[in-house]
């Protein structure tokens, strides 16, 4: 069963720094694109970035809105991503999600399996 | 950045009634979009993906047409369990913006 285990949320002062975590199981990390989605209090769904699988070199790519304050790694061997955030801004405060894209091309790159989320507060 | 547009933001129904879900991007797309359902306090479920394409698992009473920039979402005999929040997503480039949502509540 593939299962998607998010942690490391909580509340941080604006200009702070966070790294959360996402626990991977059931199922093989290594061959597949990963993907953070944030939802703000009572608004709508917010891609955050992606991480490319080993064969496409890790690679990332990130919303206008995070680039240069967040970075997005992975250890396959640890079965984990990672969202590390710096800068933090109120308006970062959300509902964090990893989501496992289903494959590695256009086609395939919606998200199939998705976490419960874990809870970012920026606030002071 | 291409955009996704949603309409209705919301829309009351009862159950047994067939809903319609559009969703219109800024440029074309071609087929790269996928439909999610969130109910409250949940993470989002895959719904549709290449535009017309059903999840495994998903009923068979959730449908998705169109290609371009105009994409429908449709249920065909809304049931309780259906009432949540619906969400398009672009899939052709980065960033993979989703639209604005679309609330289903009980009339």
């Known amino acids: 069963e593939v299962q998607l285990v998010e942690s490391g949320g909580g509340l941080v002062q604006p200009g702070g720094s966070l790294r959360l975590s996402c626990a991977a199981s059931?199922?093989?990390?290594?061959?597949?694109?990963m993907d953070w989605v944030r939802q703000a209090p009572g608004k709508g769904l917010e891609w955050v970035g992606r991480?490319?699988?080993?064969?496409?070199?890790?690679?990332?790519e990130y919303a206008a809105s995070v680039k240069g304050r967040f970075i997005i790694s992975r250890d396959d061997s640890e079965r984990s991503l990672y969202l590390q955030m710096n800068s933090l801004k109120t308006e970062d405060t959300a509902v964090y999600y990893c989501?496992?894209?289903?494959?590695?091309?256009?086609?395939?790159?919606?998200?199939?399996?998705w976490g419960q989320g874990t809870h970012v507060t920026v606030s002071s | 950045d291409i955009q996704l547009t949603q309409s209705p933001s919301f829309l009351s129904a009862s159950v047994g009634d067939r809903v319609t879900i559009t969703c219109r991007a800024s440029?074309?797309?071609?087929?790269?979009l996928a439909w999610y359902q969130q109910k409250p306090g949940k993470a989002p479920k895959l719904l549709i993906y290449?535009?017309?394409t059903l999840q495994s698992g998903v009923p068979s009473r959730f449908s998705g047409s169109g290609s371009g920039t105009e994409f429908t979402l449709t249920i065909s005999s809304l049931q309780p369990e259906d009432f949540a929040t619906y969400y398009c997503?672009?899939?052709?480039?980065?960033?993979?913006?989703f639209g604005g949502g679309t609330k289903v509540e009980i009339k």
């Open positions: 059931g199922f093989t990390l290594s061959d597949h694109y």
């Open positions: 991480a490319r699988n080993k064969f496409n070199s890790y690679t990332t």
């Open positions: 440029q074309g797309i071609s087929n790269y």
């Open positions: 997503q672009r899939l052709n480039s980065y960033p993979l913006t």
């Open positions: 290449g535009a017309s």
């Open positions: 989501g496992r894209a289903a494959g590695t091309t256009w086609d395939t790159s919606m998200d199939d399996f």
